[in-house]
């Protein structure tokens, strides 16, 4: 089993930046995508990015244009989504996700979820 802990969330001014946090534990071993999706009220969880365990391989939405970066490390167990020149519409609550697959598409389903932590851009 994996358990995901999300941590960095907070309210921010547009045009600031935001480095997410995701502790990683369980049988790490066997996680081959980890990744970040997110959901602001009234609307569907939408894919942000992900990565492969390996970290050889990145994908992102085309919202992010450039603006996040996702990374991992697996000496700490963590993996990160870096957030710089955020947008009010990029207010939502942001969800580690990690999977046994490998990356497939953006439509990928992923067994583990973290509880989810809070970004407000504000403008």
């Known amino acids: 089993q994996v358990q995901l802990v999300e941590s960095g969330g907070g309210l921010v001014q547009a045009g600031g930046s935001l480095r997410l946090s995701c502790a990683v534990s369980g049988r790490t071993f066997s996680i081959l995508t980890a990744g970040w999706f997110r959901q602001a009220p009234g609307k569907e969880r939408e894919f942000v990015a992900a990565?492969?365990?390996?970290?050889?391989?990145?994908y992102y939405a085309s919202f992010v244009k450039g603006r996040f970066t996702i990374s991992r490390d697996n000496a700490k167990n963590m993996v990160y989504l870096q957030m710089n020149s955020l947008k009010p519409e990029d207010t939502a609550v942001y969800y580690c996700?990690?999977?046994?697959?490998?990356?497939?598409?953006?439509?990928?389903?992923?067994?583990?979820w973290g509880q989810g932590t809070q970004v407000t851009v504000s403008s």
């Open positions: 996700v990690a999977d046994h697959e490998r990356f497939g598409s953006i439509t990928m389903r992923y067994d583990y």
């Open positions: 990565v492969s365990w390996s970290g050889l391989s990145t």
